[in-house]
């Protein structure tokens, strides 16, 4: 399944409204960022869990063109093997890098990046049942820094072999390591091609907790995930 989808014409909306309000404030630079107020801006929603903890299912993202990708960027693009499905990932290896998994953790070019222990992060289970899973704070090169989750100790893609990123591809990662099909699988992923990418990230604009609909809105009140409204992507 894709970490998203775009938004359709029911659910815009659903959510149209607050989306236009977020809009303008970047385009206003209401929040604070450095979003050109002339890019276009598209809306997405969370529909798995590759990306948590920085997405969660049933939230409604905001992303913008861009022109330039950064290592670090959360980005929206078409998936190579069919240029038609839409993911959402997190740029780790730029064009000419070399990356690799060992024992967990994220090597760039030979060296490992920076990585500190934070507490658990609680989500659901397949049975919605309160999950408490291993959550870490991972710094790149350059400074970009961000939470991730490793679910399972020795997880199927916590060892890979090295990969060279081609020149005009990028290498994304989900966030949630060891439940996201990205970049480390070649057959169904691979490395992203530039002219793949579709924008970035910007703003969660509507979060709701999962199993919720945004058509019961008499259930906002506590449904609604109000402490994420609004608040940049990391």
């Known amino acids: 399944m894709p970490a998203c989808r ?13 989306a236009a309000v977020a809009a303008v404030f970047l385009q206003f630079g209401l929040i604070a960022g450095s979003t050109p107020a002339a890019a276009e801006l598209r809306t997405f929603n969370i529909v798995a869990t590759s990306m948590a ?16 990708v950064s290592r670090g960027d959360l ?14 990932k997190r740029v780790v290896g730029m064009p000419g890098d070399r990356v690799r998994m060992i024992e967990g953790r994220l090597h760039i070019n030979g060296a490992p990046v920076a990585l500190e222990r934070l507490e658990d992060f609680e989500m659901q289970d397949f049975d919605g049942k309160p999950q408490r899973v ?30 060279a990123v081609p020149a005009g591809h990028y290498f994304m990662m989900g966030d949630n390591r060891d ?33 919720e609909s945004v058509w019961t809105f008499w259930r906002w009140l506590w449904s609604v995930r109000w402490s994420r409204m609004f608040t940049r992507v990391q």
Request: hydrophobic letters at 35%.
């Open 75 to 88: 980005v929206t693009y078409l998936l190579p093997k069919d240029n038609r499905t839409v993911y959402i």
């Open 179 to 211: 439940n996201s099909s990205d970049s480390r699988l070649l057959a169904q992923h691979g490395t992203v091609p530039a002219r793949n990418i579709l924008g970035r990230a910007e703003l969660v604009y509507f979060s709701l907790a999962e199993g």
């Open 53 to 68: 903890p920085t997405l969660l299912i049933n939230e409604y993202v905001l992303v913008a063109e861009a022109n330039q």
């Open 6 to 18: 775009p938004t359709s014409r029911r659910a815009a909306l659903r959510s149209g409204a607050l």
């Open 134 to 163: 291993p959550q870490y704070r991972e710094t790149l090169p350059g400074g970009r820094s961000y939470r991730i989750l490793d679910m399972h100790a020795r997880g199927f893609l916590d060892n890979t072999q090295e990969y």
